[in-house]
Structure formats: structure tokens, C-alpha cells
């Protein structure tokens, strides 16, 4: 391996000379640094491999992530508010860290072997993770908090694991294509197809198989299963090794320098005493401070410290980002929702099928995943086709378009999830069930299916929508972090989430402790998580109305917005 790994560096600090012929892939070698060759390199070949890591790496994250919170709840005995709180704020943190890995492997360490050293670190991490759940919890204190900080510790070498491969595996496995190629671009677009179903699928399998094993076999058993399929994909991942293409990049980190670059001169020349632009090309009319990055100071030029007009440009496309990423955070709390507060919901109702069968309660967010399995092949093949006969855009919707109705579909989410809990509560109450909180309340889970539908249908719109659209609006060199960035709207939403607990754990435990009149009530059929729903419902219709007017004022990349013939449609929205 470190054979492989000195022979992409040298061939990354010397740009090979390609001859012209159609085997050979253009800026991209093979793992022993010369030319790649289409014949034995690249393509499905290597994509396979990749995938198949993906799946077993989405296996052992959802393996750990999804039944969380009945972990926490449960052996570790914290209550409801903590448990949420803690699972918020680790799920925040696993979607941040994506935009330091993608900085890190585009600057530093590349995709292969940031894969390698996140595989590796997974491994650590779950193992640790099993080894804290297999300890024995004695009667004395010390074994327990040392069990208690094995557990968190753990948990946190995962999200920085996760933060670094999960940016890097797809584009890597994206690599292996030519976008020059034609034959080869249209199977690249084919790929991000399958991974899209293959993630799917893996955490499907994981919400069926292993959250059954973790509630009714062993929770150590639960938890090694995903460390062992880390280990499968990592050694996986070396075998395909000779079948992969690296491509040549001598600029790392260039796109992050020029953007830092010109809001540093435009500071610097906030205030010119004697100035000329340094080009007469037309600007682009927003943030026009940032044109100042392009005025001559005396003695700039010779110190060659003034931007090109590119350079500016790229520094607004990234700008024009915020107010999008800002008004969608709102979504990033209610994507915390399914994988605590429903997942404790369905734990007091009926999930019996059989007598000798229960269905467990985490297994429920299988509907999410197999409702994106279902709705995006409707989505690409009747949705797609409708709107593109309407708006004249290939792609039928706009980005900001599909996002926007993604976000709405949430609110409904979240309101059915409202009135379904009130009758849960109705119904304990109508039972005598409310101070029984370990007996079910007779009513059947399936009652929460269409707030899971909904949810599914949601992220159709606004999760892959929001994907879309971070990558395809960022400047070339920054793509990764585009990826991740996307996924920094999930983390805060995440963080969000767990400070908004926080707040109304204390507004309305007035009596503090564990008040009965508090939301978040460890006895659930005392608990109002009825009036959270609906409060998130309120907050995700404002935060739809700020996203429509911040979407109403944004200007596509022009490049993007490739229009039907005889179209006059707008570049907005």
C-alpha cells in the first residue's frame, strides 16, 4: 500500500505526458503512477468495488446511528430530553466534520488514502464502541462511568471517521469515469443512480436486521456486526486497488486560497486612497464590495496582490450560498426528528405481528429509505417529464424549486406527526395508561406510517435537491467541499435541535427535575411531544416563506441553466 501511495504523489507532482489515444484517460494514472488506460482501469470495474464499500460503510454507520437513542435510553439509563440531546448533538457533529475531511483530503491527503485512514479509524471507533457495551456493568460506579466514557469517546471517533470518508467515497468512486469520454459520462451519471439505490438498500437491510438484533439478542452482538462490515470494507476496498484511477491534481487547495485571497484584498482596499480597476469587464451586479479585490492600489501590481475578475466571481457564487443554506437549516432540525423522537413514539404502541413477533421501533425509518427507493424512479420518469413540458428546463424543477417543496412536504410531515400523537395521548389517557408507562398503549404503530411517508417523500425533494445544488453551484475546484456542505445543513440543523430541547426542557419543566407538565417527560403519555411537532411545523413554514424570498432573488450559474429550445423562462428560482 505505501508502494501505491508514493507512486500517485510522484505522479501527482509531475503531470505525466499523455500521448493522444483514445485508451488513454487524459490526468488521470493508474496505482503505479502511469498513464491510466481505459482497457484495464476505471469504469464499473472500479466503481463496483466502490460501492460495495459505500453500502457496508452506510450499513455500519446506520448500524450504530439509528437505534441510538434506545441504546441511551435504555443500558446507559438516560432520559428522553438527554438521550435526544446527545444524540442531536453526535449527529451534528458526523455532518459537520464532512467539510473538514473534504478540505482536508482535497488539500492534503487526496481520496485514497483519506479513505484508508477513515476506514481504519471506523474500525477503532466501533470496535471501542463494542468493547464499552460488552464490559459488565457492576453494582460500584467506576466500571459504569469508565463504560459511560469508552461509549461517548467512541461514538466521536466514529463521526470524525464518517467525516472523512464520506466526502471523499463518492467522488472517488465519481473519478473512475471520464466526463470526456462519451460513452463513459453517460455510465457516470448511471453511477450516482445506483449509489443513490445502493444506499438506500444497505440501510434498509441495517434498520431491519440489526436494530432487531441489538433489541432482542445482544447489544454487543449489534454493534460488532458494523465493525466487522468496516473491516470487510476497507479490505474490499484494497483489493480494487489496481483496478482504480487517480486522478492528477497539482493544485490542491488553489480554489480555497483564491476566494480567501479576494476577500482579504477587498478588505484591504476598502478604502483606496488612489485606485483604478484593474479590468473593464463586466461584473456581476451582487455583492459589489467584493469588486474592490480588483482595484489597483499603489504598488498592488508589482506585488501582483490584485484579483482577477474569475477570481471575484467565484468568491460571490460561494457568498450567494449563505442566505440558501441559511433559511434551510430549519429542515436540518426536522431531519433529526425520525431517528429519535418518532423512533421513542413507536415505542409505546403496538408493534406486534405475531405472537413470537414484535417489529422494532427503529426498523420504522426502513419507510423513509423505501420511500425514496419507490418515489425517485416516479420522480425522474413521470414527474420530470410533466414540468419539463410546462417550464421548458430539462430537469423539469429548478434546484431551489425541488428544495422548496421538499421543505413543505416536511411541514406536513411534522403536523401529522402532531395530530397522531395527540390521539396516542388520547388514547393512554382513555385506557388508564397514563401514569403505566411501561405498559403499550393499544394502538397500532402503523399509525405513524404516513408521517414516515411523508418524510421519505420530503428528502426526495429537498435532501437530494439540496445535494444538487450545493455541488453544482460551487466553483470547479471546490466540488468536494460543495458535497459537504450539503451535509453542514443536516449537522447544525442537528445542533439546533439539541439547543432547542435544551430551552424548552427548562421553559416548561417549571418544576424542575422531571416535571409531569414538561414536553419531553420521560413517561411519553405525560409527555406533549404533540405541541414539539407542531412547533416545528410553525418554524419550517416560516423558514419556507425566508427560503421562497431568498429563492425569488437568486441567479443560477449561467452554465447550469441549460434551457429547451424557444424558452423563455426565467434564471430565477
Known sequence: MAAVLANISEATAETPLLQS????????????????????????????????????????????????????????????????????????????????????????????????????????????????????????????????????FSLYIIAVAQGLHKPCVQAFGADQFDELHPDECRAKSSFFNWWAFGNSVAIIITLLVLTYVQDYVNWGLGFGIPCLLMVFALVFFLIGTRTYRFRIDVNHGEGFN???????????????????????????????????????????????????????EEAKAVLKLFPIWLSCLVYGILYSQPATLFTKQGLTMSRSISSRFEVPAASLQCIINATMIVFIPAYDRILVPFTRSITKRPTGLTMLQRIGIGIFLSVLSMSIAAVIEKKRLETAKAFGLVDKPGMIVPMSVAWLIPQYLLFGMSESFAFVGLQEFFYDQVPNELKSTGVALYLSVMGV????????????????????????????????????????????????????AVFVCFAKSYVYSRKQLLKLPDSTTSDQV
Open 21 to 152: 489515444n483514445d485508451d488513454l484517460v487524459v490526468g488521470n494514472v493508474d496505482y503505479r503512477g502511469r498513464p491510466a488506460r481505459r482497457s484495464n482501469s476505471g469504469e464499473w470495474a472500479s466503481a463496483c468495488f466502490i460501492l460495495v464499500v459505500e453500502m457496508a460503510e452506510r450499513s455500519a454507520y446506520f448500524g450504530i446511528s439509528a437505534n441510538l437513542i434506545t441504546y441511551l435510553t435504555g443500558p446507559l439509563g438516560q432520559t428522553t430530553a438527554t438521550a435526544a440531546k446527545n444524540v442531536n448533538a453526535w449527529s451534528g457533529t458526523s455532518q459537520l466534520l464532512p467539510l473538514l475531511g473534504g478540505f482536508v483530503a482535497d488539500s492534503f491527503l487526496g481520496r485514497y488514502r483519506s479513505i484508508i485512514i477513515a476506514s481504519l479509524l471506523y474500525i477503532m471507533g466501533i470496535g471501542l464502541l463494542t468493547l464499552s457495551v460488552i464490559i459488565p456493568s457492576f453494582k460500584s460506579d467506576s466500571p459504569l462511568q469508565l463504560q459511560i466514557i469508552m461509549f461517548f
Open 258 to 312: 483564491r476566494i480567501r485571497c479576494v476577500f482579504v484584498e477587498a478588505a484591504r482596499n476598502w478604502r483606496p486612497s488612489s485606485s483604478s480597476v484593474s479590468s473593464t469587464n463586466e461584473q456581476s451586479p451582487q455583492f459589489k464590495f467584493l469588486n474592490k479585490a480588483l482595484v489597483e492600489t499603489d504598488g498592488s501590481n508589482e506585488d501582483k496582490k490584485v484579483c482577477c475578475i474569475k477570481e471575484v
Open 493 to 544: 440543523g442537528g445542533f439546533l435541535s439539541s439547543i432547542l430541547i435544551s430551552v424548552i426542557e427548562k421553559v416548561t419543566n417549571s418544576g424542575g427535575g422531571n416535571d409531569e407538565d414538561g414536553w419531553f417527560c420521560d413517561n411519553l403519555n405525560k409527555a406533549h411531544l404533540d405541541y414539539f411537532y407542531w412547533l416545528l411545523a410553525g418554524l419550517a413554514a416560516f423558514s419556507l
